[in-house]
Structures are given as structure tokens and as C-alpha cells.
T-cell receptor, first 117, second 113 residues
Framework: DAGVIQSPRHEVTEMGQEVTLRCKLI?????LFWYRQTMMRGLELLIY????????DSGMPEDRFSAKMPNASFSTLKIQPSEPRDSAVYFC???????????????FGPGTRLTVL | AQSVTQLGSHVSVSEGALVLLRCNYS??????LFWYVQYPNQGLQLLLK??????LVKGINGFEAEFKKSETSFHLTKPSAHMSDAAEYFC???????????FGKGTTLSVSS
């Protein structure tokens, strides 16, 4: 069974450009989490969804960031316009809430390394 | 509110030595606790999790962790380190089902021959 899929794996862009990161959940999972990893702040939650509904977006830095789930198995994280301080590794994770023995373990994708010049 | 503190950003051991990575948590609700491992340029892989079923939790790759409520700790151990254990380890806490993980800052484990 395929794990969480993220694309692209690496993205280099210039300040001011729009960046879109993509995530495909594990089949059957119903929760989706976006995390960001930086040297300074470590791993921090940006936003998460349960059953396609955003539950907590308090970690989204500012209005430049937006996340969507156009369907139950796919999510996008968009940054517009991008800034150098957005450079980080962005992870998405999926889980199955209400799955009994799985106890909603979060499974992480390989991450997208974003560099904004 | 919940938080996790990992004591020691870097731990170095010799191959075959005991591995001990420390994690203390703070939680206003019964916690679920996790250890994840991250190898260079990869995502996070679950090592083990505490879900209140047993205080001593066994995970993959020979790791285990013991939940001690009185000490608010969930330290990760492995009796004998292997070179392949070199990675970054994260302790995380979560409250109710479906909520996000709160991560510690991570501990980098180095293993020398």
C-alpha cells in the first residue's frame, strides 16, 4: 500500500512567486495535517483537516498561506507571495480517525524542501 | 495545553552501548505519546506510541519506552546501539483523537564504531 505522497520533493523559487505544494493521503484516511520543519522552530503544525473540513489553522503564519482539500484524498498548500523566511521542509501526514486499533497514528510523507531566494 | 521537552539536542554513543533519549511532557489531559525517527532527507517514521494500554511500550528496531506518570516522562531506550540508529529522534504528545501532534525539538543520535 502506498504511503503519503508529496510533490514536488524539492522546490526552488524566487521571492514573490507563488508556490503550491501537494499531498496525497493514504487511501481510506480521513485526517490530513500540514507541518513545517525549520532549524529555528523545529516541527510545527500549520493546519489540519478532518473529513475535508479545516479544524485548526492557528499555525498558518499569515494570509499568504492557504490550504485546501479539493477532495478526500488530496490537499494543497499554497504560498502567495513567497518570501525567503518561508524556506523550510513541509511535511504532510495522514491518519484514520475512528479506526479502532490504529488509534489515528499519523503517517508522514517524505516532505517538500522549499527554498525561496 | 500540551508540550514536550527533549533533554539533550545531541547524544553520542558507541556501537553496542545503551541508548537513552529523554523526553518529558506536560499535558492537561491524559496524553498519547509518540516517538518518531527521521533519517536524513526523509520523512518521520513512527517508532512507538503510548496509548495507556501498557506503560512499557516496545517499538520497531529494538527500541522501547516507558511511560512514567509520576515523572511525566517517556524516555526512549535501546540496549545496544547500532550504526544504523544514527538519526534524529522526536518525541511528540497529542490529546484527543484527531488532533495534531506537538513535537519536541528533537535529539540527534550519533553512533561511533
Amino acid at each position: 500500500d502506498a504511503g503519503v505522497i508529496q510533490s514536488p520533493r524539492h522546490e526552488v523559487t524566487e521571492m514573490g512567486q507563488e508556490v503550491t505544494l501537494r499531498c496525497k493521503l493514504i487511501s481510506g484516511h480521513n485526517s490530513l495535517f500540514w507541518y513545517r520543519q525549520t532549524m529555528m522552530r523545529g516541527l510545527e503544525l500549520l493546519i489540519y483537516f478532518n473529513n475535508n473540513v479545516p479544524i485548526d489553522d492557528s499555525g498558518m503564519p499569515e494570509d499568504r498561506f492557504s490550504a485546501k482539500m479539493p477532495n478526500a484524498s488530496f490537499s494543497t498548500l499554497k504560498i502567495q507571495p513567497s518570501e525567503p523566511r518561508d524556506s523550510a521542509v513541509y511535511f504532510c501526514a495522514s491518519s484514520l480517525v475512528g479506526g479502532g486499533l490504529s488509534l489515528d497514528t499519523q503517517y508522514f510523507g517524505p516532505g517538500t524542501r522549499l527554498t525561496v531566494l | 495545553a500540551q508540550s514536550v521537552t527533549q533533554l539533550g539536542s545531541h547524544v553520542s554513543v558507541s556501537e553496542g552501548a545503551l541508548v537513552l533519549l529523554r523526553c518529558n511532557y506536560s499535558s492537561s489531559v491524559p496524553p498519547y505519546l509518540f516517538w518518531y525517527v527521521q533519517y536524513p532527507n526523509q520523512g518521520l517514521q513512527l517508532l512507538l506510541k503510548y496509548t495507556s494500554a501498557a506503560t512499557l511500550v516496545k517499538g520497531i528496531n529494538g527500541f522501547e519506552a516507558e511511560f512514567k506518570k509520576s515523572e511525566t516522562s517517556f524516555h526512549l531506550t535501546k540496549p545496544s546501539a547500532h550504526m544504523s540508529d544514527a538519526a534524529e529522534y522526536f518525541c511528540a504528545v497529542r490529546g484527543q483523537a484527531g488532533t495534531a501532534l506537538i513535537f519536541g525539538k528533537g535529539t540527534t543520535l550519533s553512533v561511533s564504531s
